[in-house]
């Protein structure tokens, strides 16, 4: 599996059933030099600045870790191609929400419904224009919200074997310009008043920067 000493998992080689819960949480939350890692604790943070009281920060937490679960059957070099994607890879990349589900399902493991959420709809955007449902505005849940933001502030602030690290005023700029279309506008003020805190995760994982 990629960035740890798992055998990699794909759509031919899946985890075992037998696998503890314990090590498949964490070979997922491992894919994209921990990202999973990272996202949960980038969602607590959110939460707590933004004085939102009403999510459990456990489930918030293993929904950060679990939100892209579906990656784990998307071939790596897609994954982490040094490149631009073709259509066709766009297409594959883009069935990683439903597949999320399907590998959690197969796993025979019963994550609760935020959790379920947050892997099927973090790729929605506030503006309706997002996947796989083209949800809109407060139609897509808050802790789902609070997941999609936190899971691009990692993506662009980390390192990736296909790029580097962007810079935290790049991130404040591109958080700014995407307000209102990607990203919940509340949120995303809170995230770019804030962005150091907000950035901590980033900044304290060796394998980030």
Known sequence: MPDNENPEWNEKTLPPKDLPLDTFIHGVASVDRGHGFRVGEIVGIIADLAGITSIDRDKLKMAGKMHDAGKILIPNEILQAPRSLTAEERKTVQKHPLLGLAITQWYNHEFCEEIR?????????????????????????????????????????????????????????????????????????????????????????????
């Open 117 to 209: 959420d947050a892997m099927l709809m973090h790729h929605e955007r506030w503006d309706g224009t997002g996947y796989p449902f083209g949800l809109k505005g407060e139609n897509i849940p808050l802790l789902v919200r609070i997941v999609t933001l936190a899971d691009t502030i990692d993506a662009i602030a980390s390192r990736r074997d296909y790029k580097a690290p962007w810079k935290p005023d790049f991130v404040q700029t591109f958080l700014k310009h995407e307000t209102g279309k990607i990203y919940d506008p509340d949120l995303a003020k809170v995230c770019i008043d804030h962005l150091d805190k907000v950035l901590e995760p980033v900044k304290n994982c060796k394998f980030a920067h």
